[in-house]
């Protein structure tokens, strides 16, 4: 990933923390409702800016020929309660051939601060 973590701070200053297993929960059950193979998906989840709007990973999951595409970047918008704590996750878009899409991935991560 682009973001390297620095004891609790990501490389752009902001203070991060390692997800809840329950938030990495939520936001795998948005990302795999985009993939063609939901089953098959393998997630990269790297700790959470604290401060951020978004969230970024990776996911690799199996074409429609039953093989493996490789990582590809993800986003999704994040929902919290009081605390901080992620409660859902929406809006998933995952890097494709698209190159629109994946302009727009890449941006959304930028701007989040991944």
Do not use: H
């Amino acid at each position: 990933m682009l973001m390297m973590f620095l004891g609790l701070q990501a490389a752009t200053g902001e203070p991060v923390r390692m997800l809840q297993p329950v938030e990495s929960a939520v936001i795998q059950r948005a990302v795999v409702s985009k993939l063609r193979d939901p089953d098959s998906a393998k997630f990269d989840l790297p700790p959470v800016i604290v401060s951020s709007d978004r969230y970024c990973g990776r996911v690799n999951s199996k074409n429609g020929f039953g093989g493996y595409v490789g990582y590809k970047r993800f986003v999704v918008l994040l929902v919290r309660d009081r605390q901080g704590k992620i409660t859902s996750a929406t809006d998933p878009a995952v890097q494709s051939s698209d190159p629109l899409l994946s302009m727009i991935v890449e941006r959304a991560c930028a701007k989040g601060g991944y």
